[in-house]
């Protein structure tokens, strides 16, 4: 029983998570209809059924801080709907301050935590403040038609109020629609009006007994001239008839008309299909406003629209609701991953399937019993790939969903820092992995911050440079390959590449004379060092501790890399690639003293074969040259502490023989080597000295493998890159390409650098999978200090 | 996948009528029965709680992890979901003789924040123990007693009617009637915390 609350429970977390990022949407656009000067009462209807249906969810499950919050907000919302209150930028600065808040109180709901948070209090007396400081909207007095208000719910009569004291012309349009494409007909018919002016409601209108088709009346309010809204809406068959001003008049005819005839109209109440976009249909009354079918059902049609705050029928809220609902599945992503580990072990059914047809062809089976079984085997195999397909592809968000945060983070930024800031998103529609997207949104935070904050210059300085005075911040996505390409552009004022290295050499990252011959990218990628940040002030908004050193970490801890590029005066460029999915990837699997491992191909650029009269010690460290530039080498059996002889029998994992066999397997354990002895004398000698047969590095011809001794071990360098960074890691021998499931490594076992996960091969061997990235972090972190003080060696 | 086995064991405890009668006054007289899984470690028996533990496996093909610390054998797959296996005997720093074809794999989950597997050299039987057949370290032993041996049991009564856990390897259950004269109670929280 508790399972099932629970489950209730974390449905309530989902769903109002998924109400609190929409709601965040409709700010962000009520945002930038303020600016231009122009609110879309729509808009303003939709946050606040967003806000109402929080309360209702948070009222269910008895989180009594989020429905009193929301209750709030509701009154402050029914306010701005009828104009009492006017949207301004204060009242917006609340609405999105409560949209943090509701975070901040889904988070401590979901951890159950109680504590006290005096932010929503303060917000609370604030609301309370803010219901009556907006300045009320006049209605200019005018008198309106009694028949005319009995029709109208309070929302839109409010919003006939709005147009007449902008002094519009309210106009009535008649137009007939077929039943069949009523719905994409009212869309378009508002599509059209929409610039001319708003619509105030739809009615429909009793005339003719034609069954297939419906004739509505709407009621709008314009700016445009009579001439103009004809013109405009005669391609859609619509009659246009201005109305008289004063009241004076029947003015819309449709009242005495209303539900039992429309009965007859439509017969068979065949349910219109939903609005594809529920924003697009926003009306104070859903029935009214999008599917006119529903009229079929008796309304309470005049009825009820009396006091405040009721002006929406909860039914047809909850309607919406229930719809939304029907067609999206929320699901925890953990189930995902059990059904990928199923799809897995298919796989593995599916190569002893193979194998056994294999066997099936060589004892000569009945040909007609092989030839089925096999034709049932290709199935199989098509279907468990469209199956792992159609897995991964559920677990596919759009970046849109981060995009979104980063919106409201700018401009609440951008306020703070006193400057304005342009957003310009493109592909937010891009789809990646759930988990990457969920691991995204800090370090992309922290960038759109470093950009506004240290990026965009003050408006008097872009203004003395002769820039737009409002900065622009670029946001782009965009899938390249097996890759997902995000960048964050800004026309700001570049990195200073002096006070960076200044500081660098300060910090003792660089060394002076090694400066002088560092090329700007160099320099620009010091900005990924530690503790390197190029403003000497710290300011509040970007002093918080966290460096692009972390962001780096955090993303190559997706597989992902970043790069940046920046002019004085005109601005800075990241460019972060990542890969689509975390579940699934390319590896190459290779041998390790009879071990295997995967190595994502992502960062694998080549392997070839190692010749080791090639390997040249340098300061301690093993390298070769491949393609005219040094490879620095990684032995991958010493760094494991792998015994270094391959074709011994018995030092390999617990095989099929482990029954058997000592316990021999742990004896690698004590071998790690601690990172200071790959520069000792012995392992030096080891392998400068190693009798290979002498080849260039990068000959792997046949000729040169059958040219071996037999006695001697075949090894390949496998050379990962990783930014601009390459490591040869070397092993003993390659096995092939493989796509293989990554699986995280238990809490046991996070503190073992190095892998990022393992997997489990058709055989049914588990491969660790290598942590490139980590590998060559690992290495070069020794490397660099190591070059700092070299250069001797004339390499 | 939940205990089964801790559900196998307690049914089949529960056969007879009248020993059930029986076991129930015994019960009252000695305090509430916890059942312990012994199992061997290095030759001496230990125990845990059956209720932790989930599934006892054979030993499956372990694939060692590199730079992992020493305890660390390396890791399974169960059906699927990757299990680190760790060695009792190189946490508890016991001897080490070789593996045999009676060694198993204890799941335990005793955190609820990972499923580990527990090596053992053998898996003994169920014993349902009263508290008052459990001795209590400082008692027993006095001074500084390792923070992972929760007690110490002689279970005389359990060794006479022992309870035959039909899901668990039974075969030496002679063999442990001589030998289980000290079972070492194991508080895996702490073996595995440290």
């Known amino acids: ?795 | 996948m939940a205990s089964n086995l801790a559900r196998r064991t307690s049914s089949s405890a529960v056969v007879p009528a009248a020993a059930g009668t029986k076991r129930k006054k015994a019960q009252r007289d000695r305090g509430p029965i916890t059942e312990y899984l012994a199992f061997r470690l290095a030759g001496d028996v230990y125990a845990a709680p059956v209720s932790i533990i989930r599934e006892i496996l054979k030993l499956h093909p372990l694939t060692p992890v590199p730079r992992a610390p020493a305890s660390i054998m390396g890791i399974i797959s169960v059906r699927g979901q990757l299990v680190t296996v760790i060695d009792l005997r190189r946490r508890l720093r016991l001897a080490e003789g070789p593996v045999t074809s009676k060694a198993r794999i204890l799941l335990v989950d005793p955190m609820g924040v990972e499923l580990l597997g527990l090596y053992v050299d053998e898996v003994l039987q169920v014993y349902r123990l009263a508290d008052s057949e459990i001795e209590h370290t400082a008692t027993a032993l006095g001074g500084e007693v390792a923070s992972y041996i929760a007690g110490i049991a002689r279970p005389a009564q359990a060794q006479a009617t022992p309870q035959e856990g039909k899901g668990v390897a039974l075969k030496s259950v002679g063999v442990v009637r001589q030998n289980a004269s000290v079972i070492i109670l194991l508080d895996l929280k702490v073996v595995l915390s440290s």
């Open chain 1, 1 to 795: 029983m508790t399972s099932e609350s629970e489950r209730a429970r974390e449905e309530f977390f989902s769903e109002a998570q998924e109400i609190v990022e929409g709601l965040g949407r409709d700010l962000l656009a009520l945002d930038e209809a303020q600016k231009a000067g122009h609110v879309d009462p729509d808009l303003i209807n939709d946050v606040f059924r967003a806000v109402h249906t929080l309360k209702g969810l948070a009222g269910l499950f008895g989180a009594t801080r989020m429905s009193s919050l929301s209750h709030k907000l509701e009154e402050l919302l029914d306010d701005l709907r009828l104009g009492k209150v006017n949207v301004t930028a204060p009242v917006l600065d609340l609405l999105f301050l409560s949209v943090q808040l509701y975070g901040k109180l889904l988070q401590a709901e979901k951890e159950g935590r109680d504590q006290p948070m005096p932010e929503l209090e303060k917000l609370l007396t604030q609301l309370d403040r803010g219901a009556g400081a907006g300045g009320t909207a006049g209605n200019g007095g005018h008198i309106i038609d009694p028949n005319l208000l009995a029709v109208l719910t309070e929302f839109e009569e409010h919003k006939l109020k709005t147009n007449i004291a902008q002094g519009n012309t309210l106009y009535r349009l008649k137009i007939r629609f077929q039943l069949a494409t009523i719905d994409q007909g009212l869309d378009e018919l508002k599509a059209t009006a929409k610039p001319h002016g708003d619509i105030i409601t739809y009615l429909p209108a009793n005339d003719g007994d034609d069954l297939d088709s419906i004739t509505l009346e709407i009621l709008m309010g314009s700016r445009a001239s009579a001439t103009t809204l004809r013109n405009a809406l005669h391609h859609l068959g619509v009659e246009v008839e201005e109305l008289p001003r004063q009241g004076g008049g029947p003015v819309p005819a449709p009242a005495p008309a209303p539900a039992p005839v429309q009965t007859h109209h439509i017969p068979t109440p065949t349910p219109s299909p939903p609005p594809v976009a529920p924003s697009h249909a926003p009306s104070a009354m859903p029935p009214l406003g999008h599917t006119p079918l529903d009229m079929t059902a008796p309304h309470p049609f005049p009825a009820p629209r009396l006091d405040a705050g009721a002006s929406i029928p909860p039914k047809a809220q909850e309607l919406g609701t229930i719809k939304s609902v029907a067609q999206t599945v929320r699901v925890d992503i953990q189930k995902l991953d059990v059904l990928m580990n199923i799809v897995g072990e298919l796989s593995i059914v599916r190569t002893e399937l193979e194998r056994l047809l294999e066997k099936m062809r060589d004892a000569h089976t009945n040909r007609e019993l092989r030839i089925n079984l096999h034709r049932l085997q290709r199935d199989f195999e098509r279907n468990v790939i469209s199956l792992r397909r159609g897995i991964l592809e559920v677990r596919m968000v759009p970046l849109g969903q981060v995009f979104d945060k980063l919106a409201r983070v700018a401009r609440q930024i951008s306020r703070e820092a006193g400057k304005q800031v342009n957003l310009v998103i493109t592909g937010a529609e891009t789809e990646v992995d759930k988990l990457i997207v969920e691991e995204l949104s800090d370090p992309l935070m922290h960038m759109m911050r470093n950009a506004i904050d240290h990026g965009i210059e003050e408006r008097e300085i872009r203004e003395a440079v002769s820039k737009p005075a409002v900065g622009t911040i670029a946001l782009n996505a965009f899938q390249k390959g097996n890759h997902v390409v995000i960048e964050i552009e800004d026309d700001g004022k570049g990195i200073d590449t002096e006070r960076l290295l200044e500081k660098a050499i300060r910090m003792g990252v660089v060394q002076a004379d090694e400066a002088r011959t560092m090329s700007r990218r160099e320099v620009l990628n010091l900005i990924f060092v530690p503790g390197l940040s190029t403003k000497a002030a710290v300011s509040e908004i970007s002093g918080r501790g966290v460096g692009m050193d972390v962001v780096k970490t955090n993303i190559s801890k997706l597989g992902g890399v970043i790069d940046v590029q920046s002019e004085p005066g005109i601005g800075t460029k990241f460019t972060v690639t990542l890969p689509i999915t975390l579940a699934i990837i390319s590896a190459l699997i290779v041998k390790v003293s009879d071990q295997q491992f995967a190595i994502p191909l992502a960062n694998v650029q080549e392997a070839v074969w190692l010749d080791a009269e090639a390997v040249r010690v340098i300061d301690g460290r093993e390298a070769v040259t491949l393609r005219g530039s040094t490879l620095q080498l990684c032995y991958l059996a010493r760094l494991f502490g792998l015994s270094d002889t391959p074709d011994t029998v018995g030092t390999g994992p617990f095989g099929s023989g482990f029954d058997a066999s000592p316990m021999s397997p742990m004896s690698h354990a004590p071998g790690v080597p601690p990172r200071g002895s790959l520069r000792s004398e012995s392992i030096r000698q080891d392998y400068a000295a190693a009798a290979f047969p002498y080849r260039p590095a990068s000959g792997s011809s046949p000729s040169a493998r059958t040219a071996l001794a037999p006695r001697q071990k075949r090894r390949f360098i496998v050379v990962t890159a990783v930014g601009t960074r390459r490591l040869g890691l070397v092993v003993d021998s390659l096995v092939g390409e493989q796509d293989v499931v990554i699986k995280g490594l238990g809490p046991s076992l996070k503190n073992v650098a190095g892998f990022a996960g393992a997997t489990q091969l058709a055989d049914q061997r588990i491969a660790l999978v290598l942590d490139a990235p980590a590998l060559v972090e690992e290495m070069f972190a020794h490397a660099d200090r190591a070059r700092m003080h070299g250069g001797t060696h004339g390499f």
